[in-house]
């Protein structure tokens, strides 16, 4: 297990609606198996590349026992009936031995093109690049047209797969904007 992620929380404005983003801890493994849970079967699938209903307990550990450096996970959150719900999710996994990782996000179907997915991709570059990382990817199914749109407006650009009917590899230099 590798260090305790850095303590992160923001708390920006979207449609009018406070969202806070913050380092997922293990104490969020309710929020992120509801988070999953409610997912769309079309939302899930485009995160997971597979039918996936729920997460397993250990997937559930894995996603909140974040294994910094090698891993960050920052999730966006809304307050609700005097509880936190969970509206979104990015993580970073580090490629083994190397200063490259795979990223992932994935926002509520009612929060959808609203920014989220941008605010949290933004946030976990930066943490990346603190965390000595240098490069990104994001291996994303070619229907899933708004991670396509959103990668590519972050300067992500095609690293394969634009042909491949099962996935397109987008990548960027962490130290860009």
Known sequence: MG??????REVVDLGGE??????????DRAIEDAFVRNLSP?????RFHAALKQLTPDM????TNVDYPN???LIA?????????EIGVARYVRTPR??????????????????VGTRLLVRL??????????????VVLPQNQPMLTLARRLGFTTVSGEYDSHAVTLGKEVDGE
């Open 98 to 115: 190397s200063d490259r990782a795979e990223v992932a996000v994935v926002a509520a179907d009612d929060w959808q093109g609203q920014g």
């Open 125 to 138: 570059r930066d943490i990346a690049r603190s965390a000595g990382l240098k490069h990104l990817e994001a």
């Open 3 to 8: 260090m305790r992620p850095p303590e992160f």
């Open 77 to 85: 959150t809304v307050a609700e009936g005097g509880t936190e719900r």
């Open 60 to 63: 559930l550990d894995r996603f």
């Open 42 to 46: 079309g939302s899930r699938h485009l």
């Open 18 to 27: 406070p969202v806070t983003i913050r380092a997922m801890q293990p104490a």
């Open 71 to 73: 891993e960050m996970a």
